[in-house]
């Protein structure tokens, strides 16, 4: 099993570009979320999905979308980039039941010019 | 008050030494809890869940106390590759996590 994959592993934007950032999972995990790490500052939930067809927001939202039509993949769309949005980019898979491990991608190191 | 909180450090221990990491949270309606251990530049992974009655894995002892609000992390004997930042993760519901902002160990030779 590959585990959790995120692509790409690097990004430079530039202020009101736009990208998507990419998770896998080969692991028939129910629960993936996305999280953004920020120095000093804990790991923030940005929005997390429960199952395909079913996402909800997190903690910090604002500026992010996602979609989840398969249970192995849970892209994370940046609609117009901001330097507030220069960040660790951590996607996480879980089994289903709440409160259970979760399993991390390598991440995305993004930095928005 | 920040939901879950943690000593940031540096601890700098020689090789050998026993260290404590305690964390706080806010929330009494937390559900579980976890340590996980994220070395430099890489993902977090999952070090071990907290349970009521405390629990030990190897070096490693995690004691949960809930009327205090409190959850510790105990390393015994300290190697070289416990060096580390070390997350305190408190669950509240679902998969509403909240993360500590980490305690970065470093074991000296």
């Known amino acids: 099993n590959a585990g959790v994959t995120q692509t790409p592993k690097f990004q430079v934007l530039k202020t009101g570009q736009s990208m998507t950032l990419q998770c896998a999972q080969d692991m028939n995990h129910e629960y993936m979320s996305w999280y953004r790490q920020d120095p000093g500052m804990g790991l923030r939930l940005i929005h997390y999905s429960v199952g395909a067809g079913i996402t909800d927001q997190g903690e910090v939202p604002n500026g992010y979308n996602v979609s989840r039509s398969t249970t192995e993949d849970f892209p994370l769309r940046l609609l117009s980039a901001a330097p507030s949005q220069t960040s660790v980019y951590f996607c996480?898979?879980?089994?289903?039941?709440?409160?259970?491990?979760?399993?991390f991608g390598p991440g995305t190191r993004l930095t928005v010019l | 008050r920040k939901e879950v909180e943690q000593d940031p450090g540096p601890f700098n221990v020689p090789e050998g030494a026993t260290v404590a990491f305690n964390c706080t949270y806010s929330?009494?309606?937390?559900?579980?809890f976890f340590w996980y251990r994220q070395d430099c530049r890489k993902e977090p992974k999952l070090l071990m869940s907290?349970?009521?009655s405390g629990n030990e894995d190897g070096r490693f002892t995690a004691q949960l106390n809930r009327a205090s609000q409190y959850i510790s992390l105990l390393i015994r004997d300290s190697k070289l590759s416990d060096s580390a930042t070390y997350l305190c993760?408190?669950?509240?519901?679902?998969?509403?996590?909240?993360f500590g902002p980490g305690t970065r160990l470093s074991v000296l030779p």
């Open positions: 929330n009494s309606a937390s559900q579980s």
């Open positions: 993760v408190v669950n509240l519901y679902g998969q509403n996590f909240v």
């Open positions: 996480a898979s879980s089994y289903g039941r709440d409160g259970n491990e979760q399993f």
């Open positions: 907290v349970y009521s």
